[in-house]
Every structure is written in C-alpha cells, then in structure tokens.
C-alpha cells in the first residue's frame, strides 16, 4: 500500500500546508528538559533524528510514512495544554492523549489515511512517551501489554528514542536508557514487534478487567446470552448495518426512544433519561438470557464501559462492532438522514471519538469501509 501524509517533506512545506504545523513556533517548552526551544525547534530535531536513524533506514516505504508522521504529531496538542508555571516551567499535561485525538481527526478528515494506518499513528502519538515512563507506571505489565494491542512496540522505541535525542536537556543519557530498556521488557513480556497474544478472547478481557490478573489465566467461558454493542459516530449506518447483516435480535436503540417520546438527539437534559429508559429495557433481556443489540453510538471508551460493566454483571458476552465510512461519505449519509444532525454537533463528535480496543470486550469487529 502507498501512503503518504504529504510528498515534500521540507519543514517549509509542512508549515504552508499545515496551520497545526505553524502553531508549534509560539508554543513554549520547559527549559529543564527542552533547552532546545519551543516546540517547532524540537519537533524539527525529532524528525532529524528519526530520519538518521539505522533502525528507520532499515523500514518498509509505508513503515517509514507511519512512524514520521507519529513523529511529526507527537507533540501537536502541547498548544492546547502548555500552562506556563513561571521562571521557564511550563507543562503540558494531557498532551499525547489530546494529540491522538487530533491525530484521529486530521488523517480522517483533512488528509485521509486507511483506517489501520490512521490507528496506528494515532496510537504512536498517544504511546510516544510510554518506553521512558513505563517502569513508573503503577501495572507495567498490563500498560505495555495494552499498548501492544494498538502499536507495534519497535515502532514506538523508534519513535520515543528519536523523541529523547531530538531535545536538549540534562538526563539525556538517563532516558536511552530507559528507551532500551523498554525493549527488553517487551521481549520478556512477549511483545516485542508483536502484540501480546492471549489463549483466548475471554482471557484477555478477563486480564484487562481484573486487578491483579494473571495474564496467562484461561477462565471457562459459560455466558447466559450475547450482547452486540455498536458503536460509531451518527450516519454511519448503524441501521443498516442491522437490517442488512441479518441479525435475528432483539435491539435496544436510543434513537428509538428518543422518537416514541418526540425527544431531540440534541437535547442534553433528556439524554439521562433515555439512557436509563434504554438500560431498564436492556435489563430485561438480560434477566432472560435474551441476546439482543444495544444500538448506540458509544463513541467513549468511558460510554462503552459503563455498560459493559452492566452486561457483564449479567453473565452476557459483549462484542462490539464498530462501524465507520470515509469522511465525505458519512457527511452525504448524515444530510440524508430524517433526523439528520448539525455539522457542528458532528464536529464535536469526531473531535472525541475513541475506536473501540481489543481490551474493552470479549470480541471487536471493525466494520470499516
């Protein structure tokens, strides 16, 4: 497959093409760790670094692609969470979290790139910072094992040690240290270049939602009944995914509420009361053992967990499909729609989407087109 964020890869170029590009310059750094300058001048070393690298040369075309723009991005969202502490202490809490998000939008929206491409670099921008941090992390294991379901972990040394070199700063040394040995942590846990396999489905879940798992326990698998969560932003054909996929279920849709009751999508303050509507009905069909498709769009990690949680509790397996079309499409497929909602409202959607990880449910289908 032939990618490319952008042909020229000249800092002058990015900064045309890109406003994103042109806000590093105004964005200050902490002079103790980035004695470099702000974070143009960094993200710049960074690239330089990446580029002169053995381990990059060595990269496929496409490989190469991921990994640069993952470099390019990393700190894109230091704009929006640099607080200047005074006396040249400046943080940037939130930053690589926020900045997937961005990542997520712009390679969706404005510069399209295949789904899976678009993941990983989205999740290298997230994870970048992870190798030189990861041994202060309360449950190593399971952060790194986590990661390794959405990145490939030498791309991410790659990229974290470009981050470390292409910086100013006094405990240099310390942190290739760390980089390295973040690799050999991978390879003990058997994730080096790989994601961390699990016996079963049901086993990874059971590690992800268990303090204190062991991560090589296969649980026995008795479930009462199946609970199909979709998620997806609105107009990606939620609906018809259900009609055209043959599934012989019962479905709880939100929508559906909303409409009996002649509630807006867009009215916040009767949003609670559709969710509990829905979940008492959900509730139901659990008591039962009844499958049936909770028809949503579950957009948060956070949204997805509260009711994985409840279907859980009820002995029901959960799989979620996540269902997504490319940009222009899903924008045609929204002003279609009967109900169709506000580019505004849309807008802020996309801007807080989280895919759906392989850690959130006993199965996850992406339903990409």
Not at 40 to 49: D, G, I, K, Q, S
Not at 332 to 352: F, T
């Amino acid at each position: 497959m032939d990618w490319k964020l952008i042909e020229d890869k000249s800092w002058s170029s990015l900064e045309q093409q890109f406003g994103w590009v042109r806000e590093m310059n105004t964005v200050p750094q902490d002079t103790r760790y980035h004695a470099e300058g702000n974070v143009a001048v960094h993200t710049r070393m960074v690239l330089e670094a990446l580029q002169q690298s053995a381990a990059y040369q060595s990269l496929s075309a496409l490989e190469k692609e991921i990994v640069w723009a993952a470099a390019l991005l990393h700190d894109v969202e230091k704009r929006s969470t640099s607080v200047d502490e005074g006396e040249g202490r400046v943080s940037a809490k939130g930053h690589a979290r926020k900045g997937e998000y961005t990542a997520r939008t712009i390679l969706y929206r404005d510069c399209p790139a295949p789904f899976h491409i678009r993941e990983q670099i989205a999740s290298l921008v997230r994870y970048h910072g992870l190798p030189v941090w990861l041994m202060e992390k309360p449950d190593s294991v399971k952060k790194l094992c986590e990661a390794s379901l959405r990145v490939d972990t030498s791309l991410l040394k790659m990229l974290s040690e470009a981050d470390v070199r292409g910086r100013i700063c006094d405990d240099k040394k310390e942190l290739l240290e760390a980089v390295e040995l973040f690799e050999i942590f991978c390879r003990e846990q058997d994730c080096w270049n790989k994601p961390r396999e699990f016996a079963t489905n049901y086993a990874r879940f059971h590690y992800f939602h268990t303090e204190g798992g062991y991560i090589d326990y296969i649980p026995h698998e008795q479930f009462k009944c199946e609970v199909t969560m979709l998620s997806g932003l609105p107009g990606m054909g939620k609906d018809y995914y259900i009609q055209s996929s043959g599934m012989d279920m019962l479905v709880v849709s939100l929508d559906a509420i909303r409409r009996k009751h002649k509630l807006s999508s867009t009215d916040k303050s009767a949003n609670g009361w559709v969710v509990q509507t829905a979940k008492e009905e959900a509730r139901t069909y659990l008591r039962k053992g009844q499958d049936f498709v909770w028809n949503a769009t579950n957009i948060t990690r956070q949204m997805r967990a509260q009711l994985i949680d409840l279907f859980v509790d009820y002995g029901a397996k959960v799989k979620i499909v996540y269902l997504e079309q490319p940009y222009h499409i899903w924008r045609q497929q929204n002003k279609s729609r009967e109900y169709a909602l506000p580019e505004s409202v849309l807008d802020k959607m996309l801007d807080k989407l989280e895919v759906p990880l392989l850690t959130e449910a006993h199965e996850v289908v992406y339903h990409v087109v």
